[in-house]
T-cell receptor
Framework: AQKVTQAQTEISVVEKEDVTLDCVYE???????LFWYKQPPSGELVFLIR??????QNEISGRYSWNFQKSTSSFNFTITASQVVDSAVYFC?????????FGAGTRLTVKP | GAVVSQHPSRVICKSGTSVKIECRSL??????MFWYRQFPKKSLMLMAT?????????EQGVEKDKFLINHASLTLSTLTVTSAHPEDSSFYIC????????????FGPGTRLTVL
């Protein structure tokens, strides 16, 4: 069975702070994909990144970076120098041989 | 990029009525679409997988007779909430599987259903 755990329910930071959102997954598939999505108050899911299980290279995109470690089954997401516009719910998700499964989400609030 | 639309974006209905939500892939054909339900401050839960030309596959615990899914064409899937009740109020999100990549889904903007 596939499972995604986002242990942090809510995080609150002050603007310009760095923040890391944790994601731990479980799967028996040897080939799988991990995703991060942002859900602003409007509700629409915004795709951020996809990683396949064979690519453990970390990725950086502007203020966003992702750390994928198969040894710990983690795919953590860091926002550097957070901004108020980063306030949203962030979901980690997993697909393999089965359908996409989402974590519970982490609500990030960035205060000015 | 691939675009998926949903209509309506918001709907308010009376208890006991039926509501249809449409999910369209605008610039690609999707043999498989998915329907998710999201309660306030909760995660997305997969309700069913909709395959063009065949019956939908429902997740355990989802009532087939209450949530009717039809995928009559390669660009359209519909979810009909029959005899809606206040507990059916939720945010419904559809997605369409990419024709090029089995592991990629494109999500619609969601439909907020309120049953009075």
């Amino acid at each position: 069975a596939q499972k995604v755990t986002q242990a942090q329910t809510e995080i609150s930071v002050v603007e310009k702070e760095d923040v890391t959102l944790d994601c731990v997954y479980e799967t028996r598939d040897t080939t799988y994909y991990l995703f991060w999505y942002k859900q602003p108050p409007s509700g629409e899911l915004v795709f951020l990144i996809r990683r396949n299980s064979f690519d453990e290279q970390n990725e950086i995109s502007g203020r966003y970076s992702w750390n994928f470690q198969k040894s710990t089954s983690s795919f953590n997401f860091t926002i550097t120098a957070s901004q108020v516009v980063d306030s949203a719910v962030y979901f980690c998700a997993l697909t393999g041989n089965n359908d996409m499964r989402f974590g519970a989400g982490t609500r990030l609030t960035v205060k000015p | 990029g691939a675009v998926v639309s949903q209509h309506p974006s918001r709907v308010i209905c009376k208890s006991g009525t039926s509501v249809k939500i449409e999910c369209r892939s605008l610039d690609f054909q999707a043999t498989t679409m998915f329907w998710y339900r999201q309660f306030p401050k909760k995660s997305l839960m997969l309700m069913a997988t909709s395959n063009e030309g065949s019956k939908a596959t429902y997740e355990q615990g989802v009532e087939k007779d209450k949530f009717l899914i039809n995928h009559a064409s390669l660009t359209l899937s519909t979810l009909t909430v029959t005899s809606a009740h206040p507990e059916d109020s939720s945010f419904y999100i559809c997605s369409a599987r990419s024709p090029r990549d089995w592991n990629e889904q494109f999500f619609g903007p969601g439909t907020r259903l309120t049953v009075l």
